[in-house]
């Protein structure tokens, strides 16, 4: 039996209206506020977005498709990220009004077979959560999360191995 390919489906809510939603996932400024440290938009089919988080961490994704405030569909390249190999994947935003709330579906796509992109996929599946999540914090509070992360939370390996080996030494 052939496995079937991956995809990733997540859904959430947001108290705005879907053009709110739509503007925070296409609006360069927009976007830094809640996902990115610098953006440019190109906003039409065929057009691009380029995505900066870091001076090492950034991309650039092709629009291909756009219904405003209703659907966003963009190429999204892996980098070679985990040792996948260098090519796209795609994800899909659908927007749906629900009275004064918008219900987003964020669809990914076109993932691999394979060690490397079982790695691929958790790692966008929790950076979806992580950003999508704080989406919701700053459009119905105004909050970035972003900055409120606690160290305790970030854990670096190398810190790790030294904080053992002075204890071995006492």
């Known amino acids: ?15 705005a209206r879907p053009e709110k939603v739509f503007k925070a996932l296409t609006d360069a400024k927009e976007l830094t506020r809640w996902f990115l440290k610098d953006a440019q938009v190109q906003l039409k089919k065929g057009g691009k977005m380029k995505f900066v988080w870091s001076p090492k961490d950034k991309h650039e994704n ?9 659907r966003l569909k963009i190429s999204w390249p892996t980098m070679g990220w985990g040792g996948t190999p260098k090519v ?6 659908s927007l749906t009004p629900r009275g004064k709330y918008t219900l987003l579906q964020i669809e990914h796509t076109g993932f691999g077979m394979g060690e490397e992109w ?7 599946y929790s950076g979806w959560t992580y950003y999508l999540l704080n989406l919701k914090s700053w459009l119905e509070h105004g909050i970035d999360l972003r900055d409120k992360i606690s160290e305790t939370v970030i854990v670096d390996n190398d810190s790790k191995k030294k904080d053992k080996r002075s204890k071995q030494k006492n």
């Open 1 to 15: 039996m052939t496995p079937k390919p991956r995809k990733k489906i997540q859904r959430y809510i947001y108290k």
């Open 88 to 93: 796209n994947t795609y994800v899909t935003f």
């Open 118 to 124: 079982v790695m691929y996929y958790a790692g966008t």
């Open 62 to 70: 092709k629009i291909l498709e756009l219904v405003p405030n209703k």
